[in-house]
């Protein structure tokens, strides 16, 4: 006779949800050389639907002067692949971009756009609104996506990329293609007004020593540009994360603006010693004045001096507030700004997945939870979860929320072993424990199981036999 109880919390959906198929005209291509006509038959308001392939581009994708133009595949972001020649391949043929535009409210949605010898998605003058959506950008030769400035006060406005992965899958161009050896970012902006990034995923840029360019930031926003907010995006193994402002320029060089509820890791040893020593910080507000930093959380394991850093003289009447990290924040060269709760010893063991990114906490991180007064301007964390759980919030981008009871799936014998399979939930510690006699006086423990992930799964008891009575529980630890 076998009695089990158990405690988990419920799971979240990983799948960007997929947007509504709308347009004034929708155009299904299933071919390259289709999808090449309907770009050179586009009109206003085209929805440009393509089937699931991969699609070997013989020319860039240019949405010029067509506003409204969305193209997409179904769903996802990996059926649909728009493949280039190279990014460090010369022989380009002509495809130097996955897709260009100059036009109003050009949407991306639902595919891969790789291995361009140039950038992957440009804006150019006459651009605005344009929004990326559950895109994959991999292997660009320079910025993945670029926001192209009119002249020096008139940018691309109102753009939002959401839920996207940009990444170098091995490594970063390894030529010069104009500019240099190793000139990317994931996105630079010139000029740009009220950008919202949120959700997205920065991997592996990251240039070695010999690169021309030691530190690019993953997100650039730059000369005159303004109230950029950039929240719960994951940066793994980035030389910089997140630029509001580069120049120390008479007018600032970006201003207001929100940088929140980010993940940053860097892998112990990514940066050489002399790399470290040369370093600022990973998040920068560099001559941007009323720019908040806040809830964010990075651990860095020792590859820059700093975690965010404020410079020049007018950057000021910002804030860093609430930020978990390994390395402090640090004012520089005249820079001003309200320091407040800003936590610089956190520790690897305080973080549910490291390597993969994943900075949620644990339990164990009690110097984290419950740690700080609530901020009006940043009442959800990087899961939409609201502030605070507990007592108080919690420092950096996770609000730890107690895990629920789980549900047990099943529970047999598979020969002499025991096995119990449960929803688990990232992030917390579970035991098979078992009994004989109820009440109990004490459970037996077994070997505890460390959830990486929300899902199932399981724990066993090996090498026993049924004996009737004898009672099982999985025990969370907390």
């Not at 995923?201 to 070695?208: A, E, V």
């Amino acid at each position: 006779m076998l009695f089990i109880g158990l405690w988990s919390r419920l799971t979240a959906a990983d799948v960007p949800p997929t947007l509504p198929l709308t347009g004034d005209r929708i155009v299904r291509v299933g071919s390259e050389p289709e999808l090449q006509t309907a770009m050179s038959d586009l009109r206003h308001g085209d929805t440009v639907l393509l089937a699931d392939g991969t699609y070997a581009l013989t020319a860039s994708l240019y949405v010029n002067q067509r506003n409204n133009v969305t193209i997409r595949g179904e769903s996802g972001s990996s059926n649909v692949v728009l493949r280039a020649r190279g990014m460090d391949n010369p022989n380009h043929g002509g495809v130097l971009f996955g897709l260009w535009s100059n036009s109003t409210n050009t949407t991306l949605a639902h595919l891969t756009i790789r291995d361009t010898y140039d950038n992957a998605v440009i804006f150019n003058a006459g651009a605005q609104s344009p929004r990326l959506y559950s895109v994959q950008l991999l292997n660009a030769g320079s910025q993945f996506i670029k926001a192209n400035s009119t002249d020096a006060t008139q940018g691309v406005n109102d753009g939002r990329v959401e839920l996207c992965r940009i990444e170098y899958l091995a490594g970063p161009p390894a030529t010069d293609h104009g500019a240099g050896v190793g000139y990317f970012n994931g996105i630079s902006a010139h000029a740009a007004r009220r950008w919202t990034l949120r959700g997205n995923l920065f991997k592996n840029l990251h240039n070695p020593d010999a690169a021309d360019y030691p530190w690019n930031p993953a997100i650039l926003m730059w000369r005159r540009s303004s109230d950029t907010v950039v929240e719960g995006n994951t940066f793994i193994n980035v030389d910089r994360a997140v630029a509001f402002g580069l120049e120390n320029t008479a007018i600032p060089d970006h201003s207001g603006g929100a940088i929140r509820n980010n993940f940053v890791y860097l892998e112990p040893g990514l940066m050489t010693p002399a790399r470290t020593a040369s370093s600022d910080a990973t998040i920068l507000a560099w001559n941007t004045p009323d720019t908040t930093i806040d809830h964010n959380t990075l651990l860095l394991n020792s590859n820059v001096t700093f975690a965010i850093q404020f410079r020049f003289s007018q950057t000021r009447d910002g804030a860093a507030r609430h930020n978990l990290a390994d390395a402090p924040v640090h004012l520089r060269d005249n820079a001003t700004a309200l320091l407040a709760n800003n936590r610089s010893n956190a520790r690897p063991e305080w973080f549910v997945n490291p390597s993969h990114g994943d900075l949620h906490l644990r339990p164990a991180a009690v110097d984290a939870i419950d740690q700080v007064p609530a901020l009006e301007e940043v009442p959800i964390d990087f899961d939409g979860h609201t502030r605070p759980q507990g007592s108080n919030a919690d420092l950096g981008a996770d609000e730890w929320v107690p895990p629920p009871r789980p549900r047990i799936t099943s529970a047999d014998f598979h020969g002499p072993h025991f096995t119990v399979v449960f929803d688990a939930s990232a992030g917390n510690t579970y035991y098979l424990e078992h009994t004989d006699n109820l009440p109990a006086d004490a459970w037996s423990s077994l070997d505890p199981l460390f959830a990486l992930a929300d899902g199932l799964m399981a724990l066993t008891h090996s090498n026993t036999l049924p004996q009737s009575p004898r009672f099982y529980r999985v025990h969370l630890d907390q």
